[in-house]
């Protein structure tokens, strides 16, 4: 199950030739994601809100891709922009953000996800593009509920909607290091500095995660291991959709019962080989199985395991504090 609150229309215009084309998807980071599992071969169902033009639109699109969608019609309009791509970069032209969910819609949108997610191996929880369609707690609430009853949680969240998720607890958290830095999770933009907020995300509530860093090698903290994401460079036709992709492997993989190493691996390579296409969330199972045999989880050093010292605020035992874990990977 992928919860997304409120999909997006997208409308993007581009020069093939000499004429002009012009492009209607569905777009938003949930829909991204769920069409990257289908593609892996995994069911997925789509919790989505829809309401007004723009709802009407994009409900019909995700229908037409063959996704399953666990919808409510609402009275509130979904979001759309106008991406202008004929000159090779993107110009957004236009937005309209996605109106608020009244609370009876809120709670239909609630009640439907958590049927779905009770139902499914894995529930990933997405963002809103627009925070005023749904308020973080939903979030909370949705993820504690999943994860008392059996449900694996994955999520790729940030700012209030991350703070909402820890604290109902999460089996996997993707999060990009621009966003714990924005968030102020991080106070240096460096691997130790990285390292350390990973350490105090699973302090607050996330059992694994996955740190993406652009261009440069995923981090990944699972157990009491940091490791490093290694995998061929390939040069980006779009470089969006990179993050969308990774999320949608790993939460495919686990829905697959495999471990999460295997997960990881082949949401790096989904991630990786998205950003060579024009499309978000989209590849072929075959080619990111086979990419997915070249990459590597490597430990980094210095990110080992160690007994907290009193006090320190970690859960459980066996883990080295934020800030030992920095100093132990600068000496390295």
């Known amino acids: 199950m992928v919860f997304s609150p409120s999909p997006q229309l997208t409308v993007t215009i581009e020069q093939v030739g000499d004429e002009e084309e012009i492009h209607l998807h569905a ?7 769920a069409r990257m599992i289908k593609s892996l071969g995994v069911r997925v169902v789509l919790c989505s809100a829809f309401g007004d033009e723009t709802g009407r639109v994009v409900r019909n699109l ?3 891709e063959g996704l399953e969608v666990g919808a409510i019609d609402v009275a509130a309009r979904n979001g759309a922009y106008v991406h202008d791509r004929r000159d090779g970069t993107r110009n957004e032209l236009a937005q309209a953000p996605g109106q608020p969910l009244s609370r009876h819609d809120q709670d239909e949108l609630y009640n439907v996800a958590l049927a779905e997610g009770l139902r499914a191996d894995v529930a990933m929880l997405a963002g809103v593009a627009d925070p005023q369609v749904l308020p973080p707690d939903v979030y909370r609430r949705l993820a504690g509920d999943l994860r008392r009853n059996g449900t694996k949680v994955v999520a790729d969240l940030s700012g209030d909607y991350l703070t909402a998720v820890l604290e109902g607890g999460v089996d996997v958290l993707k999060v990009s290091h621009e966003e714990v830095m924005r968030d102020g999770r991080a106070t240096e933009e460096t691997i130790p500095g990285l390292v350390a907020a990973m350490y ?3 302090d607050e509530g996330a059992e694994s995660v996955v740190l993406s860093r652009a261009e440069h090698p995923a981090l990944v903290l699972i157990g009491d291991e940091v490791r490093q994401v290694e995998l061929p460079r390939l040069e980006p036709a779009d470089h ?3 993050g969308d992709s990774m999320t949608a492997g790993v939460a495919a993989m686990l829905a697959r ?3 999460l190493d295997e997960a990881v691996r082949t949401g790096a390579a989904a991630g990786a080989l998205n950003v060579t296409r024009h499309g978000l969330g989209t590849g072929r199972a075959d ?3 086979q990419f997915t045999t070249r990459v590597t989880l490597t430990p980094l050093p210095g990110a080992g395991s160690g007994a907290p010292p009193p006090g320190s605020g970690q859960r459980g035992s066996g883990h080295t504090s934020p800030e030992q874990l920095a100093e132990e990977v600068k000496r390295s």
């Not at 777009?27 to 994601?33: H, I």
């Open 200 to 202: 105090r995300l699973r």
């Open 27 to 33: 777009g938003g980071q949930g829909v991204w994601v």
């Open 257 to 259: 019962g495999r471990d």
């Open 62 to 64: 995700i229908l037409d």
């Open 287 to 289: 080619v990111i199985s």
């Open 240 to 242: 969006r959709g990179a």
